[in-house]
Structure formats: structure tokens, C-alpha cells
T-cell receptor
Framework: QKEVEQDPGPLSVPEGAIVSLNCTYS??????FMWYRQYSRKGPELLMY????GNKEDGRFTAQVDKSSKYISLFIRDSQPSDSATYLC??????????FGSGTKLNVKP | GAVVSQHPSWVICKSGTSVKIECRSL??????MFWYRQFPKQSLMLMAT?????????EQGVEKDKFLINHASLTLSTLTVTSAHPEDSSFYIC?????????FGQGTRLTVV
């Protein structure tokens, strides 16, 4: 079983839609949860990070962590064509090693 | 966020030659840097963790004599792919840890012909 599971998509939505991206994990020691956005042929860009359970909001982005279910989500409100990218979840127990999902490819259609 | 600069962004080399990739943290000191390899439509595969002033820790299955990592200063780590072969062609990405966050370089597309 992989440490982190993420649906690869692709996920295609119309502009303005609410997008929900999700990851599940198996290691209960994970405490730090991150979402990265990666455009084609570029390095990942950190969007948000969350410590332990709870919600965190930053503009149109909301990250949720449910440690009891080992499930994390990233919501994008009012999605824009410029949000089209691959979104990677990542998590870590102690920042000595990061575990990444396989990435979900998102396409926001104008 | 913090800036990590990776150079070159792409390189083509002949089979049998060596290629060096640099990773610099521009506005912070990174005691720990990570090197990843990414295949098309796949996630990042950790190759090694590099700590300043000490030997890198390689993941299982990664040849340390082929992928030489040097972390000589708090702002620079290098990955040298020695005697490169076509199967080494890939996207290599470095990441630098800044406190409790990790920032990535732009990646290097290596093509071995």
C-alpha cells in the first residue's frame, strides 16, 4: 500500500466551479500536510500547509485535514483557467522526509 | 515564499558523460536539501536527502556512485549524474527545507542521447 493515495484525474471543470481535490494516507504519524501546484515542466509551488487536523483558508483556497479519517482536501473556489495545473499533496511526520501523492491534473475550462 | 534556484533548467548530454545540476537557496539557509526524480505523469520520487557538511542519505535503489550529491554550504547542493545513460533521462527537482516548509527549484529536464 502506498503511503499517500491521490486520484490522478484528469479533473475537468468549468470556470467558476468549486474544485475539490483529495488525498488519503496510511501513516498516522503524519502531522504536516501540504498542497503544491505544479505547472507543466516546472517545479512544484507550495500553496498551503496545515499542521494536524483542521481547516486553513487562503484566498480562494481552503485546506482541510481530518486525521481521524486520514483524509485531506484542497478546495478551490471560483476556479480560473490559470488554476489549470497538477496538484500534489504531500505530508510528513517530522520534516525529515516528505511523502507525495501522484498528483491530480486539473483543467479549468473558460 | 522562499526562493530556490535550480540550474540548468534543461540539459542534453551524450551517453557516458557527466552532468552537474545546482540547487541554491537564494534568501535563506537550508540545512537540508532533497533531490527528487519525476517521471511523466508520476509523483516525485525521493532520491536522497542532503545535509550540509555531511554525506547524503540515499533512498533504497538509488546508486550513490552514479548520483553524486554534494552539500558544501548552507545555500548550495549539487547533484552530478555520472556516466549518464538514456535511462537517466528524467526531470530532476531539488527542494530545500526552510523551517517547517519545503520549497522547490524549477526542475532540470535531463535528456541523454
Amino acid at each position: 500500500q502506498k503511503e499517500v493515495e491521490q486520484d490522478p484525474g484528469p479533473l475537468s471543470v468549468p470556470e467558476g466551479a468549486i474544485v475539490s481535490l483529495n488525498c488519503t494516507y496510511s501513516n498516522s504519524a503524519f502531522q504536516y500536510f501540504m498542497w503544491y501546484r505544479q505547472y507543466s515542466r516546472k517545479g512544484p509551488e507550495l500553496l498551503m500547509y496545515t499542521y494536524s487536523s483542521g481547516n486553513k483558508e487562503d484566498g480562494r483556497f481552503t485546506a482541510q485535514v481530518d486525521k481521524s479519517s486520514k483524509y485531506i482536501s484542497l478546495f478551490i473556489r471560483d476556479s480560473q483557467p490559470s488554476d489549470s495545473a497538477t496538484y500534489l499533496c504531500a505530508m510528513s511526520a517530522n520534516f525529515n522526509k516528505f511523502y507525495f501523492g501522484s498528483g491530480t491534473k486539473l483543467n479549468v475550462k473558460p | 515564499g522562499a526562493v530556490v534556484s535550480q540550474h540548468p533548467s534543461w540539459v542534453i548530454c551524450k551517453s557516458g558523460t557527466s552532468v552537474k545540476i545546482e540547487c541554491r537557496s537564494l534568501d535563506f539557509q537550508a540545512t537540508t536539501m532533497f533531490w527528487y526524480r519525476q517521471f511523466p505523469k508520476q509523483s516525485l520520487m525521493l532520491m536522497a536527502t542532503s545535509n550540509e557538511g555531511s554525506k547524503a542519505t540515499y533512498e533504497q535503489g538509488v546508486e550513490k556512485d552514479k548520483f553524486l550529491i554534494n552539500h558544501a554550504s548552507l545555500t548550495l547542493s549539487t547533484l552530478t549524474v555520472t556516466s549518464a545513460h538514456p535511462e537517466d533521462s528524467s526531470f530532476y527537482i531539488c527542494s530545500a527545507r526552510a523551517g517547517i516548509e519545503a520549497f522547490f527549484g524549477q526542475g532540470t529536464r535531463l535528456t541523454v542521447v
